[in-house]
């Protein structure tokens, strides 16, 4: 069975282990305050899950999930990952992470950030438009009428495709950006971010997005 390596377990990690092991994959999932603070989760998870350090989450996973805040992303283990596809749900809030000047600029994006730390992996975006509740609670079978979508998008296309993949196992169609020059059109504070859409609304909010904000 797959396993799902994630570093990071706030909201969104918690709830994408939470649907992960549901759906049968194996999860090991670590953050930076160390495996016993994650005891409680484990318990709640099963015995599908079990708790690491974030660089054995990295090291256990076929592929990673990375949710973290934007400011620590260097911290990232370049190493373990190599090779490795990773999912990128990483948001930028200034408040939080400090002014990144080629953020306000619109000269990078987040996913690209990443993408250049983790230059041996090949980083797709995913689950960053998404509040971290819906993510266990608003998916629906493949073909349901006006079925959520989500987006992603990646240099690499197998790890685009993982995307697509997943959020079909999760309940959600998928509308792929293109590159990760692209993604910051599903960035905080854009008409696609954090609201229920569906695959065509999801398409004319990202085509619309503003660059700057």
């Known amino acids: 069975m797959t396993t799902i390596g994630i570093i990071g377990a706030g ?18 999932i670590g953050n ?13 998870l099963g015995p599908r899950a079990r708790a690491g350090t974030s660089a054995e989450a990295a090291a256990a996973g076929d592929f990673a999930v990375v949710t973290i805040p934007l400011k620590n992303y260097r911290e990232l283990p370049a190493d373990l990952l190599e090779g490795k596809i ?32 983790l230059a041996g992996s090949r980083v ?4 960053n438009h998404i509040a971290a509740p819906d993510i266990t609670t608003a998916g629906a079978p ?3 009428e006006n079925r959520r979508a989500l987006a992603t998008a990646s240099d690499h296309a197998d790890a685009a495709d993982l995307v697509t993949r997943l959020y079909d196992e999760f309940g959600f169609d998928t509308v792929n950006i293109g590159p990760l020059s692209e993604s910051w059109r599903v960035e905080r ?6 609201v229920r859409q569906n695959a065509v609304e999801l398409a004319a909010n990202l085509a619309k997005a503003p660059r700057i904000i």
């Open 124 to 127: 797709a975006k995913g689950f």
């Open 86 to 117: 990773v999912i990128d749900t990483l948001n930028y809030y200034w408040e939080r992470d400090g002014h990144v000047a080629a953020l306000d600029e619109g000269l990078a994006t987040t996913s690209g950030l990443v993408q250049e730390h």
């Open 32 to 44: 930076s305050r160390g495996p016993e603070t994650l005891a409680g989760l484990v318990a709640e």
């Open 142 to 144: 493949s073909g349901t």
């Open 189 to 194: 504070d854009r008409p696609a971010y954090v």
């Open 11 to 28: 909201h969104i990690g918690s709830q994408v282990a939470r649907k992960a092991v549901e759906l049968g994959y194996d999860v090991v």
